[in-house]
């Protein structure tokens, strides 16, 4: 912040004394009517040439790095990464090019692409993200809002057979069978789904594929919940178990016996927001309501909290 203000300043200052300079120069200011010694305008004036002469060759500089960096062949890098600060994770791809000079964001699709000079330091890039967090999280928000990523994403299951659960990287391929239990394959990352004789219905697919993702969820999310209960000792004593609901727009309830519900579709976002939904639930089990002091125990217990919020808040996952 003070830094800010000090750049403010010093860029004013400047503006003010070239236009003194100009005026001087023009002859728009009588040189008798400064009140200055002739030898010490003429410091003046030279240093205002120097400043002058020095910015031109800054625009000369940039102008041929451009020009040479236009000739050069672009070699990108792409990867996703993950930024900390304050305590929370804020997911990014990162496209590294040789031909770019500086660092800048876009927001799309409710995703951040973070693009970069091929050497800049990762301390840098982070530093850049964080000072423009505020804007990347509003952005963020309204992108996701407005892009159709429901039918998308469903449409992208159906057409690909392929599924993304809990945030595992690499999509799951569904293979379709007639005979038999819906289940993982047994060394290799699959689903075998039965959808019955007529593998070109979709609304069978889809009822069939829930109901296994239902099945996965019961074990997954308890055994994520657990081990989240187990961090505290209040939760660990009240929660008694799950169970998995087909809300339309709730993603968890907590009753005051216990029992954790949690919505199927939790396992088809991040992680993060997973993670979010089973602490916002047991931290029920310590206030039933969302009093400031709810919202508190929850900051602490789980730091991740505002982002994903702000994410969660963003999925409007429609029925397929
Ligand atoms: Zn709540």
């Given amino acids: ?10 860029e004013q200052l400047e503006r003010c004394m070239e236009d003194f300079f100009y005026r001087v120069k023009s ?20 240093l205002m040439r120097l400043i002058e002469e020095s910015k031109k060759e800054d625009k000369k500089f940039l102008e041929e ?8 062949k672009e070699t990108k890098t792409s990867r996703i990464s993950t930024v900390r600060f304050n ?8 496209i590294r090019s040789n031909k770019r000079r500086t660092i800048s964001l876009n927001v799309k699709a409710g995703e951040l ?20 967090y505020d804007w990347i999280l509003r952005t963020l928000k309204r992108t996701r809002l407005v892009s159709n990523l429901n039918q998308e994403f469903w449409q992208d299951i159906w057409e690909n057979k392929r599924i993304s659960l809990l945030g ?10 007639s005979t038999g ?63 998995i609901s087909s809300a339309k727009t709730k993603w968890g309830t907590c009753r005051s016996d216990g029992i954790i519900s949690l919505n199927w579709k939790l396992m088809i976002l991040t992680p993060l927001e997973a993670e979010y939904v089973i602490c916002h639930e047991l931290c029920h089990l310590a206030y039933m309501n969302h009093s400031p002091r709810f919202w508190q125990r929850l900051r602490n217990f789980y730091p991740s909290m505002d982002i994903a919020r702000t994410l969660l808040e963003q999925n409007v996952i429609s029925e397929p």
């Fill in 1 to 10: 912040m003070e830094k800010d203000k000090y750049e403010k300043f010093a």
């Fill in 27 to 46: 002859g728009k200011i009588k040189r008798e009517s400064i009140g200055m010694s002739d030898s010490k305008l003429s410091e003046f004036l030279e």
């Fill in 65 to 72: 790095q451009k020009a040479e960096a236009k000739h050069r």
């Fill in 87 to 94: 305590g929370e994770k804020l997911p990014y791809t990162l």
């Fill in 113 to 132: 692409i973070v693009r970069a000079p091929v050497n800049e330091h990762i301390f840098d890039i982070e530093l850049f993200i964080e000072s423009k």
């Fill in 168 to 177: 595992i990287g690499t999509k799951i391929p569904i293979s379709l069978i």
């Fill in 181 to 243: 239990k819906s289940r993982f394959g047994e060394n290799e990352l699959r689903i075998y789904l039965r959808v019955g004789d007529d593998f070109s219905n979709r609304e069978l697919f889809f009822i069939s594929l829930i109901e296994f993702i239902k099945t996965v969820a019961k074990q997954q999310l308890l055994a994520l919940t657990k081990e989240f209960a187990s961090k505290d000792p209040l939760f660990r004593a009240k929660f008694q178990g799950i169970r």
